[in-house]
């Protein structure tokens, strides 16, 4: 959400959308509210576009696209409504022999509910069947043995495949590294498949583990992100930089430990030191791909991304699965106890976890930093910039990963950088989501 003099909450919820109360727009209030274009959702806590809205109607929620049935007939949830006449209704004036082009007129003198349980591609895929008390509704209708999607009538094993808010046509796959899944009668048939996990580290305190748990911790300390349990010795350690004395970290010291191969990374060359040792059947990969090093070992199936300036990405092959420790996880596909420190044991204080996968007797003050509050002047430009995570130029990636994290660390990071001038803490937060998104496809 962002900070306005004036926001009105007349409108901007998708629970008002429901609601047929009026209400006047210029009543408005110093605080917070969504982005213009946006609504707030009470099921999903945050800010969405309308077509992600939930639909709250008598006591009960629906989710976007979600198909119920009432008196009237089918009720779809659509842009924060229930829209309870047939999805595929034609207008009430039709009469026999004024249908379009590839339908034909329903009357209700025949033994069949109409326009109100018209097949559609829809209803064959979630494999609805219409209740026996439905009223008949009059109407266009596909040709027996045809079924309705968007208004055209296809064959039912021509209906295309919804992923993502695209569409997709039988005999289309869509494949990642852990699924395949193949178009077929308008759903996917899915096969699954051992996958990889991600685990990001950026700024100088933002952390999303292997399973998806995000937390912050702040230090100096140099500190494992990753510890192997048993088999090959894995480890990756890392150490915030100040670059300048201006007490903004500019940088992350990279040492890659993989068998006898150690890597180490201490300056925003790029380039591993000369103090980097290679060891026999633990050889790497090493080259630039844009603004990142990439550092990869195949034989391990181990893959560290890194910005030369604080963002380290973690590719971890399916084989570590559960064989992972430190800053990073655990990678066991359970988030709740990714934070077990190095004594294994399960703790809730990201600070105490943080702490216990430092090297030596390295500990850090918990210290919570609100720049954004501390000093108002930072806030404006902030909440500007950070704005874009919210824009149509993520939208895509709303319904795949939530923004919400990401735009509160983008504007810590922003406020807490303003204070060194110029500097790229607002380009890493947004590449931080970007990639993340990318990941996702």
């Not at 030191?273 to 059947?281: A, I, K, L, Q, Y």
């Not at 560290?304 to 992972?324: C, E, S």
């Not at 106890?337 to 703790?347: G, I, K, L, Q, Y």
Request: charged residues 20%; contains cysteine; proline residues 5%.
């Amino acid at each position: 959400m962002l900070f306005h003099s004036c926001v009105s909450s007349c409108g901007r919820s998708c629970r008002a959308l429901a609601n047929t109360e009026t209400c006047d727009p210029t009543d408005c209030a110093e605080g917070c509210g969504c982005p213009d274009g946006s609504y707030y959702d009470d099921a999903r806590r945050r800010c969405v576009q309308l077509s992600q809205c939930h639909c709250y109607s008598m006591g009960g929620v629906s989710q976007p696209g979600e198909v119920t049935f009432s008196a009237s007939g089918p009720c779809l949830c659509r842009n924060g409504k229930m829209e309870c006449e047939p999805e595929e209704k034609e207008p009430d004036s039709v009469e026999v022999g004024e249908c379009p082009e590839g339908k034909v007129y329903h009357s209700c003198t025949e033994q069949s509910k109409g326009v109100a349980c018209a097949p559609t591609c829809r209803n064959l895929m979630l494999n609805l069947t219409c209740p026996p008390n439905t009223p008949c509704i009059s109407g266009c209708v596909c040709p027996p043995g045809l079924v309705l999607h968007q208004g055209e009538c296809y064959y039912p094993e021509n209906c295309p495949c919804a992923w993502l808010g695209l569409e997709y046509l039988p005999g289309q796959v869509v494949e990642t590294s852990c699924y395949r899944c193949l178009c077929h009668r308008g759903y996917f048939n899915c096969s699954y498949s051992p996958c990889p996990a991600v685990c990001t580290v950026y700024s100088d305190r933002h952390y999303h583990t292997f399973d998806g748990l995000e937390y912050d911790y702040q230090t100096d300390c140099q500190v494992y992100l990753l510890k192997s349990a048993g088999g090959t010795e894995v480890s990756i350690v890392a150490q915030n930089k100040d670059c300048y004395e201006s007490g903004i970290v500019c940088m992350k010291i990279l040492v890659v430990h993989v068998g006898l191969t150690k890597i180490y990374f201490t300056d925003n060359s790029g380039n591993p030191s000369p103090s980097t040792v290679v060891g026999r059947g633990s050889e790497f990969e090493l080259w630039n791909a844009g603004y990142y090093t990439v550092v990869h070992f195949s034989s391990q199936d181990l893959t560290i991304l890194w910005d030369r300036k604080t963002t380290v990405h973690i590719r971890a092959g399916p084989r570590w699965k559960g064989l992972l420790s430190g800053l990073c996880g655990n990678f066991d596909s359970v988030t709740v106890n990714d934070m077990t420190t190095s004594s294994h044991m399960e703790v809730n204080n990201a600070q105490t976890f943080g702490n216990s996968w430092a090297l030596g007797q390295c500990e850090s003050d918990y210290i919570v930093e609100r720049p954004c509050e501390r000093d108002l002047g930072r806030q404006p430009y902030a909440k500007r910039e950070c704005a874009l995570l919210y824009s149509d130029v993520f939208a895509p990636c709303h319904n795949v990963v939530d923004v919400a994290w990401f735009y509160r660390n983008c504007l810590t990071d922003t406020c807490n950088c303003n204070r060194g001038g110029d500097c790229e803490c607002l380009c890493t937060s947004i590449a931080a989501y970007a990639h993340k998104c990318c990941q996702l496809g």
